[in-house]
């Protein structure tokens, strides 16, 4: 069992940054792989961004590639997203999420998911 808690949301004017954190609780963090995604108002929730157990390999959804970077620190049970050159876009509830799987894009594949944090970035 994974409980997933985000942190970092606010407001921000286009061009800024946020970064967004995910503390898990449990043992196992490092035995699953980390995602996060976004759902925007009407919308229906998209992948951001991928990170592999060890946090050496990573993958992005285009819109985001470039601007955003997931990492994670195993050490301290933590998942990052650093959001730079913020678009309006970008506005979302950002949501993280565990799965067994490695660098997994579809929803269905993650096991635990956060509360969100919202993110609105103003233009």
């Known amino acids: 069992q994974v409980q997933l808690v985000e942190s970092g949301g606010g407001l921000v004017q286009a061009g800024g940054s946020l970064r967004l954190s995910c503390a898990a609780s449990?043992?196992?963090?490092?035995?699953?792989?980390m995602g996060w995604f976004r759902q925007a108002p009407g919308k229906e929730r998209e992948f951001v961004a991928a990170?592999?157990?060890?946090?050496?390999?990573?993958y992005y959804a285009d819109s985001v590639k470039g601007r955003f970077t997931i990492s994670r620190d195993n050490a301290k049970n933590t998942v990052y997203l650093q959001m730079n050159s913020l678009k309006p876009e970008d506005t979302a509830v950002y949501y993280c999420?565990?799965?067994?799987?490695?660098?997994?894009?579809?929803?269905?594949?993650?096991?635990?998911w956060g509360q969100g944090t919202q993110v609105t970035v103003s233009s």
């Open positions: 990170i592999s157990r060890s946090g050496s390999s990573t």
């Open positions: 449990g043992r196992t963090f490092s035995s699953y792989g």
């Open positions: 999420a565990a799965s067994g799987g490695v660098l997994v894009t579809t929803d269905s594949r993650y096991d635990y």
